[in-house]
């Protein structure tokens, strides 16, 4: 008979505790596991990581443009065919790894943890400011990646493709968890509401001299289950709330809390969109 694994410490329901628990979380990199049976958000049709492992092994030299803690780019890595001996040859795993991989990261909790993920995978990770230029020579890549930039700089990264090269990327889009934006600050302006546009981005791309191939776009559904997840995630995304303390905000996560205890999960929704674009050449 297969005993039952002991019981773990009960899960906290106390406003006061789920909210130190929530303030107590690190938050460096993009993993988002400690949110399971906590918050929920479903994810692009488009499935963004594997998309990149299928493209990898057509590309000799890789940018990943703020890789956060790496994991995106790790598990592509790991997706290309010749790291798993026989397996076959598909879009979702690559024929070959590129010769160079590259990764610039800007928040320095987050450079450290992508240089111990990446550094066995032979990615060398550059600490790069989100406003600075690229340290790289014009036309170094065939192709640059990014998951959730904080916003694109597409002179730099038209300089940075070589004639031919693509850009291949996830972006945050308008409104994004505007619900719970909106909860903690009230109605935002029409600007605010409409930055990172798709169709700004695209007007944006095309000025820089590139050509957008691909342009696709989804809503999706997120669900806060407690305000320990909403403490972290404000804390992790910190340019939702831009300020956000515990102690600032405390009577409307009381509010907050209370109301998904009478009423079930706080529902909000995030925008995606991703871009396929060419330099010509």
């Known amino acids: 008979m297969t005993s039952l694994p002991e019981p773990g410490p009960p899960c906290p329901t106390t406003f006061e505790d789920l909210v130190a628990e929530g303030a107590s979380v690190p938050t460096d990199g993009w993993d988002f596991s400690w949110f399971e049976g906590r918050a929920t958000e479903a994810r692009p049709s488009w499935g963004y990581a594997v998309s990149v492992a299928g493209r990898l092994g057509r590309a000799s030299a890789v940018l990943d443009v703020q890789t956060g803690g790496g994991e995106v780019l790790d598990f592509a890595l790991s997706r290309v ?9 598909t879009e979702t795993a690559a024929p070959k790894p590129p010769l160079l991989t590259i990764a610039t990261e800007g928040w320095p909790p987050n450079v450290a943890k992508a240089t111990a993920l990446l550094r066995p995978r032979g990615v060398a990770v550059v600490a790069v400011a989100e406003d600075d230029p690229l ?12 998951r959730h930039p904080v916003r ?3 002179e730099e990264i038209a300089r ?3 004639p031919g090269g693509t850009y291949f990327a996830q972006h945050v889009g308008p409104n994004s968890v505007f619900e719970l934006v909106e909860y903690f600050l009230g109605p935002q302006p029409d ?3 409409s930055a990172r546009h798709p169709d700004r981005e695209r007007a944006d791309a095309e000025a820089a001299g590139l050509d957008v191939v691909g342009l696709r776009a989804e809503r999706l559904r997120v669900e806060f289950h407690d305000i320990g997840a909403v403490v972290h ?11 956000f303390t515990v102690e600032a905000y405390e009577p409307r996560l009381r509010q907050l809390h209370e109301r998904i205890q009478a009423e079930g999960a706080f529902v909000a929704h995030s925008t995606r969109h991703l871009f396929d674009v060419r330099k010509p050449g």
């Open 81 to 89: 065919a010749d790291e798993t001996p026989g397996r076959p040859v």
């Open 135 to 146: 340290p790289f020579a014009d036309g170094a890549f065939d192709l640059v990646v990014s």
């Open 152 to 154: 694109p700089h597409w």
């Open 160 to 162: 940075v493709l070589q």
């Open 191 to 193: 600007g605010v509401r």
């Open 233 to 243: 995630f404000l804390r992790k995304v910190v340019w939702m709330v831009p300020g």
